[in-house]
């Protein structure tokens, strides 16, 4: 028997990756199951981001995908399917629930930029992952909601994500509603930074990461952790860290070198140390 594949049995790769410029791209490519965030498709993105936060190569990570659904969020027919258990499910739910907040927890923690790119709908799970990205840009024809509480399932997990992008009241209306937003909303709500017609979206998304990939990568690693340490800590004790922070950044090297660079008007060359 030949052991040659018709292309279109050919199953491509969960996750597609490309390098250019320090950005990295990491673009989910299961459309036709709506880039949903399986088990393995998790356990895919978790790898990649690992593997993409030790490679001193990349300095902005950008998260995107393939098809008219960014992500739909849980696959509910693995969900659904996990019902026949023994114990209805219980222990696939809890493994599968704490893989998805890992995942969203590896974005917030990781050393590098994450920024989400939308090119279509962002539902629930999908909704969650974009709030947990550091910056997000979408097409104008995106849309977004967490849309759990018609099929009576509150989105509890994005509801972490959300409310700690949108303000309380616009987070529970989406929460409530389960309705859809469209991109120019969800910037109105601080859900995403940027609408960009589809046609120019690669040109300035790559741009746009560019311009942070040019900075040094120690002092975008130090902001990034402690942007998100001092979210949670009361005012006096932020400030407190903050200006911790602001020593240990000031001792470094790209410190220095950066504020010799601007006295003397010339470009930075960056350490990363």
Known sequence: M?????NDQIE???LGTFLHGGVYRIVMQRPERMN???????????EELSRAAEDPAVRVILIGSEGKVFCA???????TAARAESDGGKATYERIMRQCSDLMQQIV??????????TGVA???GCQLVASCDLAIATDTATFCTPGVNIGLFCSTPMVALSRNVA??????????????DASTAKEFGLINRIVPADYLDQVVQKYAE??????????KIGKEAFYRQLEMPLSDAYDFAAQTMVDNMLARDAEEGISAFLQKRKPEWTDS
């Open 2 to 6: 030949s052991e040659t594949v018709a």
């Open 12 to 14: 491509k790769p969960m």
């Open 36 to 46: 949903a965030l399986s088990s393995e498709m998790m356990s895919a993105l978790s």
């Open 73 to 79: 969020g849980h696959d509910l027919k693995e969900l």
């Open 109 to 118: 923690r990781l050393p590098k930029p994450v920024i989400a790119v939308v």
């Open 123 to 125: 539902t629930a799970a």
């Open 168 to 181: 309380p009241k616009q987070a529970m209306e989406m929460l409530l509603t389960g309705e859809s937003i």
């Open 211 to 220: 311009v942070i990939a040019s900075k040094s990568a120690r002092t975008l």
